[in-house]
Nanobody
Framework: QVQLVESGGGLVQPGGSLRLSCAAS????????MGWYRQAPGKERELVAR????????NYKDSVKGRFTISRDNAKKTVYLQMNSLKPEDTAVYYC?????????WGQGTQVTVSS
């Protein structure tokens, strides 16, 4: 079992920045993929960014490339999502996810609202 605790969401004006954090409850020694998904009202949950543990390879949704950066601190068991140049269409609940041993684990979600 892995618990994920997110933090860092909030209200920001267009063009602003936020950093989301996701802390895992335990150290994970095996291969995994960890990332962020988001779900806006009336829409399906979608992948925003993820990072692979062994290679460090990252994937991004096209609309966030160049604006969002995913990174990790293995010592702190934490993954971050730095979000810059935020747009109203980035408004959603953001969920941390880790996929390990064929199982998906999810955080509770954190609201990000981009509005003037």
């Amino acid at each position: 079992q892995v618990q994920l605790v997110e933090s860092g969401g909030g209200l920001v004006q267009p063009g602003g920045s936020l950093r989301l954090s996701c802390a895992a409850s335990r150290f994970i020694s095996s291969s995994y993929a960890m990332g962020w998904y988001r779900q806006a009202p009336g829409k399906e949950r979608e992948l925003v960014a993820r990072i692979f543990s062994l290679s460090g390879t990252t994937n991004y949704k096209d609309s966030v490339k160049g604006r969002f950066t995913i990174s990790r601190d293995n010592a702190k068991k934490t993954v971050y999502l730095q979000m810059n140049s935020l747009k109203p269409e980035d408004t959603a609940v953001y969920y941390c996810n880790i996929f390990i041993a064929s199982i998906n684990y999810w955080g509770q979600g954190t609201q990000v609202t981009v509005s003037s």
